[in-house]
């Protein structure tokens, strides 16, 4: 637990909360449950079946309750993994249909409209300009500053600074202070 101070008042927040609680030695109430759930049944099984037939059906009740106890898929219990199949399974799916919008279409409308590739067609290259922008120290008109002269003594207007992404790329972007 970790001890909050605020305004001369104590407040306990929990830690761990996600963590079961080990009730019976190294194992959680849940886990004692499985394997003492699966001894009764072999128990009973001792007294009623032969000895041969008792071994093997021990064993695999023995290894589902170790399975159910112990296993962990991605972070998730067996046992809610094998609830949340069956509920799949047996609850009926829900599908919704949703009807098409039908298009009017307006010939005086139609005949102004451009298709995708008239548009683009007219827009400059996004690759060239991408290119044009990494590879020129002229400045593209309209779309960058130009280079200055360093500043002698003088703070500069714009602010740059280098970052990693996650992947471990270094980067550099310019830093807005919105003040």
Request: charged residues 25%; hydrophobic residues 45%; contains cysteine.
């Amino acid at each position: 637990m970790i001890w909050v101070h605020l305004n001369n008042m104590q407040f306990q927040i929990p830690q761990f909360i996600e963590v079961e609680n080990k009730i019976v030695g190294p194992l959680t109430l849940r886990q004692f449950l499985y394997l003492a759930l699966a001894a009764g049944f072999s128990f009973i099984l001792y007294f009623i079946l032969e000895i041969w037939l008792w071994l093997m059906i021990t064993a695999i009740v023995g290894a589902i309750a170790v399975c159910l106890a112990f296993i962990k898929y991605n972070g998730q219990p067996l046992p809610k993994i094998a609830w949340m199949a069956f509920s799949f399974f047996w609850k009926p799916r829900f599908y919704l249909w949703q009807r098409e919008a039908k298009l009017v279409s307006i010939p005086e409308v139609e005949n102004k409209r451009k298709t995708l590739q008239q548009f683009f067609s007219e827009m400059p290259s996004v690759k060239k300009l991408w290119q044009d922008l990494i590879t020129t120290k002229t400045p593209i008109p309209k779309r960058e500053k130009g280079l200055r002269t360093p500043y002698w003594g003088r703070k500069p207007k714009e602010r740059f600074e280098m970052f990693r992404k996650l992947t471990g790329e270094k980067e550099i972007a310019r830093r807005v202070d919105y003040r």
